[in-house]
């Protein structure tokens, strides 16, 4: 198994700015070719997914598209050697960040961890409150 940092990710996914962007592109290339074929098996976090999107999407990076980045993401994750825990989480997560634009992913991560897994969800964020499917937790007054 081999885990997969973000920087591979956005080398894959991104354009190379320098001569050794274009060299790791080639690298992450060939692995997710491996990914794809099933020839290795390979892992990431929800933390590495997280990284991805906000650097392919930030201003201040590569300023991309939210539905780009996550469709991008999501044919990486289902490549047919990729062994992500809580995969369907993550999956889901990427539809809710594309779906609700004032979320941050990471509350696109705490709305589909829970709505998969049938929890209610503690929170005092109100557009992440408002997600259409979450159960949100009654706190006592």
């Known amino acids: 198994m081999i885990f997969v940092d973000a920087n591979c990710y956005l080398r894959y996914l991104t354009e190379p700015a320098t001569p050794q962007d274009r060299i790791n592109q080639q690298r992450a290339r060939a692995l997710f070719e491996l990914v794809n074929a099933g020839v290795v098996e390979v892992t990431t976090s929800d933390a590495v997914l997280a990284e991805v999107v906000f650097i392919l999407t930030s201003p201040r990076h590569y300023d991309g598209e939210r539905m780009l980045a996550a469709a991008s993401l999501k044919s990486l994750l289902r490549q047919r050697g990729c062994r992500m825990p809580a995969i369907d989480a993550s999956l889901l997560a990427l539809d809710v960040w594309v779906d609700h ?15 998969s897994r049938g929890y209610e969800l503690a929170t005092f964020d109100g557009p992440l409150s408002r997600t ?6 009654a706190f006592e007054d």
Request: aromatic share 10%; charged share 20%; glycine share 0%.
């Open 132 to 137: 259409p499917k979450v159960r949100n937790y």
């Open 101 to 115: 634009p004032k979320l941050s992913f990471p509350d696109a991560l705490s709305a589909a961890s829970s709505m």
